[in-house]
């Protein structure tokens, strides 16, 4: 990787305090685009937007989503005007060029019946079960996002308040509120299991614990999503689509969409608009009354 990457690179880290998870996306597409400008003998500087146009077309022919382009050629966007700011190259090549445009795509939701039968699975009383069912009740009842959940601390758990502290997308802190039964698995989990989990020789502020004591992976919660939903016949269940249900249900139950978006933690409304697909004729007292997950 070369010069001007890396100081793009470090600009994200220091200046715009990206997580380092985004960061090594960025440099997974800029070591990707630099090397497709080497087999043409193009130095970064002198690339042009036919040069970018065509790698795009690269990027397309190679089987990757219009969604992973689109986020490819952003990441490029915002390279290219950090290089001119710094004075690096005189002209942005990408300004006058077009995202590509991503087919509307529904996302997974599960109905709320659904979602009854997957958080009624009998718990047995193992530390196991305990800690699983406050997970899965979480990720739904407060439509957390995999890393939120593995990033809680203890000090971010205000159970009497009625609200998780979750540090979201671009290390952005929001309130998430909890309640009825997500509430309830969290403190059964909080209070009967982990301190069975916590490790002397590992202490960890972590929520979410392993067997082993230490933190919980985004892969471990991954697998235990996937095998919650062999329940309902679904293979390879998202814990995303638990998110997606939360909002959806949410606007069915006569939610506002600027709320449902301040507790999702995105930054555009026209991330949560994607949910105004459904039917919105129920009104809030069928949806309390088909969803009792909602309140003890």
Known sequence: ???????????????????????????????????????????????????????????????????????????????????????????????????????????????????????????????????????????YGCGLRVGELTNLDLGDVFLDEGYLRVLGKGRKERIAPISGTAAQALEAYLTQARPHLQSGKKATAAVFLNARGGRLTRQSVHSLVSRAGLVLGIENLHPHTLRHSFATHMLEGGADLRVIQEILGHSDISTTQIYTHVDRSHIKSEYLAAHPRARL
Do not use: W
């Not at 200046?15 to 440099?27: H, L, N």
């Not at 003998?41 to 790698?55: C, G, H, K, P, V």
């Not at 290219?80 to 300004?95: A, H, I, M, Q």
């Open 1 to 139: 990787m070369g010069y001007l990457e890396e100081e793009y690179l470090s600009h994200l880290r220091i200046e715009r305090g990206c997580s380092p998870r985004t960061v090594e996306a960025y440099a997974r597409d800029l070591e990707d685009y630099g090397t497709f400008l080497a087999q043409r003998s193009i130095e970064i500087e002198d690339a042009t937007r036919d040069d970018i146009s065509a790698y795009e077309a690269v990027l397309l022919s190679r089987g990757f989503a219009t969604s992973s382009v689109k986020r490819k050629i952003a990441a490029l966007k915002g390279f290219y005007k950090f290089l001119v700011r710094e004075d690096y190259v005189k002209s942005n090549p990408t300004l006058a060029l077009p995202l590509p445009k991503i087919p509307e795509k529904l996302p997974d939701v599960l109905s709320i019946d659904q979602v009854n039968v997957l958080l009624s699975q009998e718990i047995d009383g193992t530390l196991r079960s305990l800690r699983d069912r406050a997970i899965l009740e979480v990720l």
